[in-house]
């Protein structure tokens, strides 16, 4: 069974930066895409990322294109998602998921982290 752990959340400003880090361990072969899923109160779980593990394919939301991105570590078994250019709408908690496949559907994905806040405020 796969298990993620996120670290990296808390406050910034908006126009700065943060750091996110997803570890995973007990991953196995099918267990070939990592994403950045986002909740904020009172709103439905959103993607922001993915990466496969073999290759480094990404994909991105829309609304986070050109200020985030998505790396992995295979040999650290860990996926980062750097965000730079923050906005309070980026203020969410912030969950890493597995899965088989590159997906936008957060129902696609099998294993999920605990979650990190992020709060973009002045």
């Known amino acids: 069974q796969v298990q993620l752990v996120e670290s990296g959340g808390g406050l910034v400003q908006p126009g700065g930066s943060l750091r996110l880090s997803c570890v995973a361990t007990g991953r196995t072969y099918s267990d070939s895409a990592m994403a950045w899923f986002r909740q904020s109160p009172g709103k439905e779980r959103e993607f922001v990322a993915a990466i496969r593990w073999i290759g480094g394919r990404t994909m991105y939301a829309d609304s986070v294109k050109g200020r985030f991105t998505i790396s992995r570590d295979n040999a650290k078994n860990t996926v980062w998602l750097q965000m730079s250019s923050l906005k309070p709408e980026d203020t969410a908690v912030y969950y890493c998921?597995?899965?088989?496949?590159?997906?936008?559907?957060?129902?696609?994905?099998?294993?999920w982290g605990q979650g990190t806040q992020v709060t973009v405020s002045t």
């Open positions: 998921a597995s899965g088989a496949y590159m997906r936008i559907n957060s129902g696609d994905y099998n294993y």
